[in-house]
């Protein structure tokens, strides 16, 4: 990520109460990205190309482990908190997406702050105030993990500044005030002060304390660990939350824009055709250089009429299907990720199993599609002013000024997003809403067709895993060789040279879910990653789900052939490395929570499967009936060790929607293209799973520990998996590729 | 489009108040959002598919995508906006049952939220008890792409159980 320390800058001397010179007093060490650290080492890969066949499997731990990191924490602690005569707000740094981070963020500074949840304001940041450059970016189940520690050290860095203002206005020292419920009291009197009055009592700039404030000890949480209401939903149901879809302004119009017909194909010429003289149309904008054709009109509808009345005509670009697209992923040649042993006598010995597996292509289908509401003056000076619903407000700052110039202001607001799931990660439509805002002096909104959003968008890449793996009737291992193949995830919507990507050989969102966890005397992993015509990318936790699939589909066959239970198999196979007892613990969970023990009818069965991702471990049962000839998953228990759980009732919500939307993939989803095209572009022909194939979802959470891992993806992995091994364990067929169908 | 415009004398009576609308050949979603500026009710296929854009027409739950506004004529529409008790002021008094139930028992992201509200509104107007399979029929047409069905269900019965109470 690029800095964006203009923006910043800017705004925190736009507000008097952010002070400017204040020095950095606290702060966490800086993380690089795994994009950033791909490409440092991508330069390196590229010089030592003998070094890299050695050290990749290295490289690969070495990437996989540092995780999604925040990049920058904000010098002082008023740019998150503003402190008015009615309280204090928090403006979070994080993107709501429907994941509950406002609502654990808050929490997490209400506890510090010592206040009840009504006394603290909890708004979006925006560039303009609460912005901490690519700390905004949400992204990897990262927010909670990450801000956890500086949102709560920020707030009792601003509970201090109170204290120390309170002291003065009470005539006592500071030691001897408590905090509770937004108010300090003098202890052994009864004299009270409101932080609002401590506030309204203030002059001049606020000093931060020298000192790191003392946190509070977990013993002491009153909100931490305890299950708040969402901050944001009584707008919600009050239909006065605003998404992107909704943003307005006085005056404004709306926009369309032409979409290329097929994959990689880009305009050619442009006319406006029939589209000027339609009604309600007040302009028609045509840049062929910058690839753009769209129109303004006076209602949506209009706007989506018109656009298809342009007289346009597009270059070639691909006209590949599902069948092209499944032949270029084939497992076989590639890099060696890891390598244990000596495969091929282990292979050798004891009963041979080999199985291939694939996923495909599948879509966020977040239900609010991709919009943006700009606005900009007419000529190349003044404020580019946005409205989006994004994941990455930094890429919008980018994009934007890509577009109208590097030192155009640009101020961007981020809405409510109805859904993202990693799809509203980059979101280039604020660029088409400024430029038609651009050509007709007003605001210009943009919402997405359903079917412009299933087309203009990228994709969870399909995968291919060959699997081979050797077994005694000891029920021991012996060793497993693993071929996977890949589209691309990240290194599709990062900026690396091909001949880097082709040397490194593997994609760092790939690597999640890719290895497998368990300890075996012989284990080679050979990885192929491939740039598909089609567009691929961040989908809900990358490789996790796809790889996961694959691999712990394979365990369960590998204990078939032995003759094992798939739960005993999996413990005897973990080792005492912190993880792997982490693992152990949550399958115990989970198969306890599930009676795994008690025998269960005739075609009814229980499939077991487990993953780690960002720090959070997750094994599931599910249970399937299969009675009639027809599948239907009945139950699924799940059982999560994500350290420190900050709100119960979010992370519950977290696991659960992580089970819907895995069940989505096993049963249901599979994009579909031809000529070019996704022709699987609404929820007629994408079907996402509905209330009536959504069983019971019980989650379990334990571990525990002092920090919170990640929670908006990590539970997505096993669900796959979980329900082909119950299939198989109710008689029915091993089945290989998502979706499942009997 | 199979109704013509009706010029600007098109009236729709819209949670509880009459309001002038300029297109009346427009989906009734359209002239919601766009034109009342009522955007608590969500586009999310315009198929009629995903239940975002749910309205009560005359008390029954519609997809105000596949409507044309003129169809509606003089019958009550009620929208996520229009489900709270409010002062003179326009200032909430209370939450309707369903609403307090969903802030109760929330969701994840929301836009989801017309649908089964509304539906749930309908459903708790003809039958103040409804048993499981009940809620589930009625909540069934709607998705919810952030997986909150069990959630749903759970927020539908807590809101028969508000609305008997009070």
């Known amino acids: 990520m690029t800095d964006t320390t203009d923006t910043t800058g800017a705004a925190r001397t736009a507000d008097t109460t952010q002070p400017a010179e204040t020095p950095r007093r606290w702060r966490v060490t800086r993380r690089r990205l795994l994009i950033g650290a791909g490409a440092t080492i991508g330069s390196l890969v590229v010089a030592a190309p003998a070094v890299i066949e050695y050290g990749r499997p290295f490289l690969a731990e070495w990437m996989l482990g540092r995780g999604p990191g925040s990049a920058e924490i904000p010098e ?85 500044m109170l204290a120390a203002q309170a002291a003065l206005t009470l005539g ?67 239909g006065e939350a605003t998404y992107g879809y909704d943003a307005r302004l006085p005056g404004m119009a709306y926009g369309a824009f032409a979409v290329p017909p097929r994959f990689g194909a880009t305009l050619l010429t442009a006319e406006p055709g029939d589209a000027r003289g339609m009604p309600g149309v007040q302009q028609v904008v045509i840049d062929v250089a910058a690839g753009f054709a769209g129109v303004v009109a006076d209602t949506r509808t209009r706007a989506w009429a018109a656009v298809r009345a342009l007289k346009l005509s597009w270059s070639e670009g691909s006209h590949v299907d599902n069948a092209a697209i499944e032949a270029q992923i084939t497992a076989g040649d590639g890099v060696v990720l890891r390598r244990k042993g000596w495969i091929g006598s282990a292979l050798g010995e004891g009963r041979v199993v080999e199985a291939e597996y694939r996923t495909p292509l599948a879509a966020h289908a977040h239900l609010e599609p991709l919009a943006a509401l700009a606005h900009l003056p007419a000529g190349a000076e003044g404020k580019v002013e946005v409205w989006v619903p994004t994941q990455s407000p930094e890429s919008v700052v980018e994009d934007l000024r890509a577009a109208f110039g590097e030192k155009r202001e640009v101020v961007v607001h981020v809405t409510q997003l109805g859904g993202s799931f990693g799809r509203k990660g980059g979101q280039h439509v604020a660029v088409e809403a400024a430029r038609l805002s651009a050509a007709t002096g007003k605001p210009v909104h943009i919402g997405w067709t359903r079917e412009t959003d299933m087309r203009q968008a990228f994709y969870r890449p399909p995968t291919h895993t060959k699997l081979r793996g050797a077994v005694g009737t000891d029920g021991r291992i012996r060793g497993v060789e ?114 795994w023990d008690e025998p269960l009818p005739a075609g009814r069965g229980r499939g077991i499967a487990c993953s780690g991702d960002v720090g959070t471990i997750v094994a599931m049962v599910a249970q399937v009936d299969l009675s009639g000839g027809r599948l239907r998953v009945t139950g699924v228990d799940v059982a999560v060790d994500c350290g420190l759980v900050v709100n119960p009732a979010g992370a519950t919500l977290q696991a659960q929607g992580s089970v819907v939307m895995g069940l989505g993939s096993a049963l ?54 979980a329900v082909a091994n119950a299939i198989r364990a109710a008689g029915g067929p091993r089945l290989r590729t998502l979706p499942l169908r009997l | 489009m199979p109704y013509p415009t009706m010029g600007p004398a098109m009236r729709l009576l819209i949670n509880g108040r009459h309001h002038e609308i300029e297109h ?65 002021a326009g200032e909430v008094v209370a939450l309707h049952p369903v609403q307090q139930a969903f802030v109760d028992t929330p969701l994840q992201c929301g836009w989801c939220l017309p649908g089964h509200v509304m539906c749930a509104v309908a459903l708790l107007a003809r039958d103040p008890d409804p048993d499981e399979a009940a809620i589930a029929q009625a909540a069934a047409p709607n998705l919810c792409r952030c997986g909150g069905y069990n959630t749903i269900k759970a927020a539908v019965a807590r809101a028969a159980e508000l609305a008997r109470e009070s």
Not at chain 1, 110 to 134: K, Y
């Open chain 1, 76 to 160: 002082s602690a008023l740019i998150w908190f503003e402190l008015t005569g009615q309280g204090i707000t928090l403006h979070v740094p994080k993107i709501e997406m429907g994941q509950g981070v406002h609502t654990a963020l808050a929490q997490a500074a209400a506890e510090e702050l010592r206040v009840t949840p009504g006394q603290l304001a909890v708004v979006q940041a925006d560039t303009q105030r609460g912005f901490a450059a690519s700390a905004m970016f949400t992204f990897g189940s990262s927010s909670v993990a990450n801000l956890y520690l500086p949102i709560r050290e920020a707030a009792a860095t601003v509970r201090e």
């Open chain 1, 482 to 595: 693993q071929h996977s193949a890949a589209g691309d995830i990240i290194w599709a919507v990062a900026g690396l040279p091909e001949g880097v990507r082709r040397v490194l050989g593997f994609d760092p969102g790939g690597l999640l879910g890719l290895f497998l966890p368990y300890d075996l005397p012989a284990y080679r992993l050979v990885n192929r990653r491939e740039r598909l015509p089609v567009p691929t990318g961040p989908w809900r936790g990358l490789g996790l789900l796809p790889n996961t699939f694959a691999l712990e589909s394979f365990i369960d066959e590998l204990a078939e052939a032995a003759g094992a239970d798939p739960l005993q198999l999996r413990l005897a196979h973990l080792n005492d490395e912190p993880e792997a007892r982490r693992l152990a613990a949550v399958l115990s969970a989970a198969a306890q929570m599930a009676r």
């Open chain 1, 668 to 721: 249901r989803e599979e994009l579909q293209i031809r000529d070019g095209q996704v022709v699987s572009d609404n929820f007629d022909t994408y079907p996402l799973l509905g209330m009536a194939d959504t069983p019971p979802v019980r989650v379990s959470f334990v571990g525990g520990g002092e920090v919170p891992h990640g929670m908006g993806e990590p539970v997505v992995g096993p669900v796959p998996a």
């Open chain 2, 24 to 88: 009346p050949d427009e989906p009734l979603l359209w002239v919601l959002r766009d034109e009342l500026g009522l955007t608590g009710t969500h586009y999310g296929c315009g198929i009629g598919a995903c239940g975002c854009c749910t309205v009560l027409v005359s008390g029954e739950p519609v997809r105000s995508c596949q409507v044309i506004a003129a169809a509606v004529g003089e019958q009550p529409v009620v929208t996520l906006e229009g489900l709270a008790t409010r002062d003179a």
């Open chain 1, 172 to 238: 006592v020292a500071a030691q001897a005030l408590t905090a509770a419920d937004g108010v300090f009291a003098v202890t052994g009197t009864g004299r009270r002060l409101a932080y609002t009055e401590v506030i309204a009592n203030h002059r001049g700039p606020w000093q931060e304390p020298d000192e790191k404030p003392v946190l509070r000890q977990a013993h002491e949480f009153t909100s931490i660990g305890h299950s708040a209401a969402r901050v944001d939903f009584r707008a919600k149901v009050l």
